[in-house]
Every structure is written in structure tokens, then in C-alpha cells.
């Protein structure tokens, strides 16, 4: 089958139009960005308010809750980037099961656009996400130490594990044979933060468990926004952050891109 190529304006212009159609849906459904946010939320407040205490007080240091919050934070950041790709591997497979890919197949437009607006309308609605769930945090009590140029660096870092996980999550989508499959399988991702220093610190778990939550690639991440947000030790965290976001971006994109190609020549 022939290819055509478009100069890079008109895919930005496309990319724009198809960012334009994302952002619609969610407006169209805002019971599904509700929901995305306050998962985290309602994490947030369950762990800090009923296992806070307990859990700060084995942290050393002052304790209590008022510790605690400031360490199980950066799981719950971590928390709603994975809440929010959910909501891309959905919407992706909803294109790809009820036609409009073949629609889309008949216009003389970028085909990369349709796969482009899906990932920026998540980053969009990623950080307003981010952006309530910090909110929250402070309100109860976290107390952050960073400054401007933490705050940047944590910027970069949410930015660039967000665009990684969702082109994970857009393979993930067109991957997925029905919408009910692409709504389950981007939860393992979910799932990592728990198995991790997000909640408790991994020299508290048992061997086996402690080594697998050592070299999963959520547990760097975590303790670089936690040494971003309260000023602690990063040591190689940050690189590790880096590699793994650049690693799981790359395999995400290349994986979309050769799925969404077959499925365009079918």
C-alpha cells in the first residue's frame, strides 16, 4: 500500500484539530476526569488519615501523620499520572472499535495526528490532575521544601513519565481487542507504587519482595520527586528516573506506531 507524506505543518495542524477532539470528549464526559482525580484522592486521604499515624511513626523522625504525608505524596502523584493513561488506553480502543479509524483511514490527513492528539489531551489533563492532588496534599499538611529550581526539575520529571506512560498506554489501547481489556491492562501500573517505597520503605518488606521493589523502575521515580519535593537525597535515582521514562516512552511510541500502521493497511 502507498504512503503519503505531509509536510510537518500540516501534522500540527492535524495533531492541533485531533487535540481539539480529546479535549471535546472530555468535556463531553467530565465524570471520567472526576473519577481519575479523585482515586488519588481518596488514596491520599485513606492512607495519610487512617494509616498515617501507624505508618509515620515508623518512619522515624518526628512521625506521625504529619511525616507521613509528606513521604506517601510523591506515590500519589505517581498514582494519578497511572489513573489518568487509563483513561487514554480507553478512548484509543474506543476509536479502534467503533470505526472512526476506518473514517479517519479516507481524509487526506496525518495519520500520526490521530494518535498525537491522544497523548497531548492526556498530558493537558494530566496536570490539571497533578495540580489538584498537590493542592490536596498541602491542605492537609504536606509542608514541601523545594525550591524554584526543584519545583522546575519535578516539573520536567511528571512531564516526561507522563508522555512515557502514555504512549505505553496508547499501545496498550490499540493492543487491546475490546474496551473492556484496554480498561484492565494498564493497571499493573497502578499497582507498582504499592509494590515500592511509595508507601513504606522497601527495607521494611521481606527479602524477595524488597529486592523485587528495589529494581522495579517506579521505585527511582518515587524517590526522585520525593527528594525533588522535600529536599533528600537523590543519589542515582535521577538517572535511573531518566533512563526508565526514556526507556518505556520508546518502547510505548514504537510499539503504538507499528500497531496503529497495521491496523491503518488492513
Known amino acids: 500500500m502507498s504512503t503519503v507524506s505531509y509536510p510537518l505543518s500540516y501534522a500540527i495542524r492535524d495533531s492541533t484539530t ?8 472530555m468535556q463531553r464526559y467530565p465524570s471520567l476526569t472526576i473519577m481519575l482525580i479523585g482515586q488519588p484522592i481518596l488514596l491520599l486521604l485513606l492512607f495519610v488519615y487512617v494509616f498515617g499515624g501507624t505508618l509515620g511513626d515508623g ?12 513521604y506517601v505524596t510523591p506515590a500519589i502523584l505517581l498514582i494519578t ?10 478512548s484509543v480502543a474506543t476509536d479502534m472499535t467503533e ?19 491522544h497523548v497531548i489531551g492526556t498530558v493537558i489533563q494530566t496536570a490539571f490532575a497533578l495540580t489538584v492532588v498537590l493542592g490536596v496534599a498541602l491542605l492537609i499538611g504536606f509542608s514541601p521544601t523545594a525550591d524554584f529550581g526543584e519545583w522546575l526539575a519535578l516539573a520536567g520529571v511528571l512531564l516526561l513519565l507522563t508522555v512515557a506512560l502514555t504512549w505505553f498506554a496508547v499501545a496498550l489501547g490499540l493492543k487491546a481487542k ?7 491492562t494498564p493497571m499493573i501500573f497502578t499497582l507498582l507504587p504499592f509494590i515500592g517505597s511509595g ?13 523485587f521493589a528495589e529494581y522495579q523502575p517506579f521505585t527511582p521515580i518515587i524517590e526522585t520527586i520525593r527528594g525533588l519535593l522535600l529536599g533528600t537525597a537523590i543519589g542515582n535515582s535521577g538517572l535511573l528516573t531518566v533512563g ?6 520508546a518502547i510505548g511510541y514504537t510499539w503504538s506506531k507499528s500497531l496503529f500502521a497495521k491496523e491503518r493497511d488492513r
Open 99 to 117: 470505526g472512526i479509524i476506518a473514517r479517519f483511514r479516507t481524509m487526506a490527513i496525518s495519520k500520526a495526528s490521530v494518535l498525537t492528539g
Open 81 to 90: 499520572i497511572t489513573s489518568a493513561i487509563l483513561g487514554t488506553a480507553i
Open 18 to 25: 485531533m487535540l481539539r477532539r480529546s479535549l471535546r470528549h
Open 199 to 211: 508507601f513504606v520503605p522497601t527495607d521494611s518488606m521481606p527479602d524477595w519482595l524488597a529486592w
Open 59 to 70: 518512619l522515624g523522625g518526628a512521625g506521625g501523620r504529619e511525616e507521613y504525608v509528606g
Open 244 to 249: 526508565w521514562c526514556v526507556l518505556i516512552a
Open 178 to 184: 475490546s474496551v473492556e481489556t484496554a480498561s484492565n
